[in-house]
């Protein structure tokens, strides 16, 4: 089981592009995907919903990339622009109340216009350089 704690990193300011509550989110992602067995609405200031799937990490990034824009072009809204899922294994304990579990995914999904440039306002390169190889991951799209 692939688990996936996701949080919502809007960079454009758009009413044809508006944020989505938790609950609006976690709706959507399960309306527009087959794929995701569970899509839970979190209570949490940075995590909004938890995803859980049979697929593997790549392929559950990849379905949440496509759920996402599904869902918002269902909801009449602009898809032109650039999206990043950027993800990490929790490869640490944690507290026992706490959204993202050790062996879970925290995903980071991004809308913004110019993908390199808010990669490297974060410093990616550097963030992805101190985690193993196989505890990240990039999407495009």
């Keep these: 089981m692939t688990v996936f704690v996701v949080s919502h ?15 609006q989110l976690a709706k959507g992602l399960m309306h ?3 794929a995701f ?6 209570d949490h200031p940075h995590w909004l919903v938890k995803l859980e799937s049979d697929l593997s990490v790549n392929d ?3 379905e949440l990339v496509r759920a996402w824009k599904a869902f918002r072009i269902h909801q009449g809204h602009s898809v032109d622009h650039s999206c990043l899922a950027l993800g990490g294994r929790k490869d ?5 109340e706490a959204p993202l579990q050790m062996g879970s995914w925290g995903v980071d999904f991004v809308e913004c216009t110019d993908p390199d440039t808010f990669l490297a306002s974060i410093n990616w390169d550097a ?11 990039e999407l495009r799209a």
């Excluded at 067995?37 to 979190?42: E, N, P």
Aim: charged residues 10%.
């Design 127 to 137: 963030l992805k350089s101190a985690r193993p190889s196989g505890g990240i991951f």
């Design 9 to 23: 990193n809007l960079q454009l300011n758009s009413p044809q592009t508006p944020d989505f509550s938790a609950e």
């Design 60 to 62: 559950m990034a990849n």
């Design 92 to 96: 640490s304990a944690a507290l026992p």
């Design 32 to 34: 527009h995907s087959t």
């Design 37 to 42: 067995s569970c899509s839970d609405a979190l």
